[in-house]
């Protein structure tokens, strides 16, 4: 399974198995900054703020925080050294992940902001010219649904998050 999120643009390219996570963007801070997003996140976050290129966390911060000051990298770990080393104040990527690197990262003083910034479904991408292949994984996902594996699985591996329905 890839996070990979389901967009109208990707559809264009693949076709996607029945999503089996609800998620959606979050944020990654220094935990001396976490009290700034007690009360929700603010329009303007404070800061530059770290993307992965070209993803939907890139897309989120160019449409939502336009004037705010952005800072692109290759891989979440390289923005996850850059946020350590106060070179951004905060990092927004796809929930899972942010959970990863705060879990990484723990000892480095890096926390979640628990405040999904987008509403996202998580889903297996497959080619379009193999719909027997869709048949039988979007039956496979149904089979582990109704009988709680998938929702185990989710839950021993990103707690946080629920199946999606």
């Known amino acids: 399974m890839s996070c990979m999120t389901v967009t109208a643009a990707r559809s264009l390219r693949v076709t996607f198995a029945r999503p089996y996570l609800a998620m959606g963007q979050m944020a990654l801070v220094r935990r001396e900054d976490v009290n700034m997003y007690a009360l929700g996140f603010p329009i303007m976050p404070r800061g530059v703020i770290g993307v992965i290129k070209a993803t939907t966390s890139d897309f989120l911060v160019q449409q939502e925080f336009s004037r705010s000051t952005c800072k692109t990298f290759k891989t979440p770990q390289d923005a996850a050294k850059a946020l350590v ?81």
């Open 85 to 165: 080393k106060k070179k951004i104040d905060l990092f927004i990527c796809d929930a899972p992940i942010v959970a990863w690197l705060s879990g990484m990262h723990e000892v480095d003083g890096l926390v979640p902001v628990p405040i999904f910034l987008t509403d996202e479904k998580a889903a297996w991408a497959l080619r379009k010219s193999d719909p027997e292949l869709l048949t039988t994984v979007n039956a496979a996902l149904e089979k582990m649904q109704k009988d709680g594996r998938a929702d185990a699985i989710i839950k021993r591996w990103i707690p946080l998050y629920q199946m999606s329905k």
